[in-house]
């Protein structure tokens, strides 16, 4: 199974080698056919504290690095 791979904004990077992405996806509703944008926050492992708020990052599924960090930053997105 192929891993999924996201684009967001970080919008913390407090934790040491750690950041958490903001990532919007849109769908339309099934039944009222309206356009919704939905939202949702991912921890991803950065191993040289490289990126800081407000950058736009690709991370990509991966083996468990904690309870809550399932995903490692691939690179910047621009």
């Known amino acids: 199974m192929p891993k999924k791979i996201l684009n967001g904004i970080v919008i913390s990077n407090k934790p040491n080698k750690t950041i958490t992405v903001l990532v919007e996806r849109k769908y339309q509703h099934p039944v009222l056919k309206k356009v919704i944008k939905a939202k949702k926050k991912y921890s991803a492992h950065d191993e040289n504290n ?9 991370i990509k599924e991966c083996r468990p690095f904690s309870k809550t960090k399932k995903f490692e930053v691939i690179g910047d997105n621009k």
């Open 50 to 58: 490289a990126f800081k708020k407000g950058d736009k990052v690709s």
